[in-house]
């Protein structure tokens, strides 16, 4: 969403100043944000409250495809994603999955998360291998669960977070009730030319 966002507004409509992407869960706008060189995005999204991300019954597949004794699970209320929660960052770090194993906790995601450490108020990772995506790079949607989570959490609705995957990425996020905002950056690294016959 942030990278087509990004191509819509600078490349093939840099006069626009938000885009609204129509999907199956709503309306999902995204405006310019930042210091005006044109990377910066923030996306407007639809909350899955932590009340309603409830303690979860954990099938063998996920405990065993992410290797680690967690201190709580919860099942988002789109019945999707299984929230693992460590007790901090290395152990998000430290996490070698199992991806044949994951794959058997299909129809469902899998993200680790813990609270951050440096500069950042939680980490995560996110696996779907059932989907083709062993393990996703920077994922919004999964930060429509987290955000709210980690904002009851931590007592407070404007939060930074770190997804740790090989490729990594850092939002700044804001619960506002049936909403959350994810804003970041975006960085282009290649453009070209195909030509068809």
């Given amino acids: 969403t942030l990278a087509s966002a990004w191509v819509l ?7 626009r100043d938000e885009v609204t992407f129509e ?6 706008t995204v405006t310019r944000d930042g210091d005006g060189d044109g990377d910066g995005l923030a996306m407007d999204f639809p909350a899955i409250g932590s009340r309603r ?9 996920v405990i065993e495809g ?10 988002s ?3 999707w994603n299984y929230l ?3 007790p901090d960052a290395a152990a998000v770090r430290g996490v070698r999955p199992d991806f044949s194993r994951l794959e058997d906790a299909h129809p469902h995601g899998v993200a680790v998360t813990a609270p951050g450490d440096g500069d950042v108020d939680f980490v995560s990772r996110y696996f779907v291998p059932s989907y083709g995506v062993p393990e996703d ?3 919004g949607s999964l930060h429509c669960a987290l955000t709210p989570y980690w904002a009851d959490r931590l007592g407070r609705d404007e939060l930074t977070a770190a997804q740790l ?3 990594g990425g850092r939002l700044r996020v804001t619960n506002a009730g049936d909403r959350v905002y994810l804003r970041g950056r975006v960085v282009p690294y290649l453009e070209g030319t195909i030509s068809v016959p």
């Fill in 9 to 15: 507004l600078n490349r093939l409509e840099p006069d």
């Fill in 77 to 79: 209320s789109d019945d």
């Fill in 23 to 28: 999907t199956r869960s709503g309306p999902l």
């Fill in 66 to 75: 992410v290797d680690v004794v967690p201190e709580e699970v919860r099942l």
């Fill in 53 to 61: 991300v409830a303690p979860a019954d954990v099938p063998e597949a």
């Fill in 84 to 86: 693992v929660v460590l």
């Fill in 165 to 167: 995957s090989a490729r």
């Fill in 137 to 139: 790079p920077v994922t």
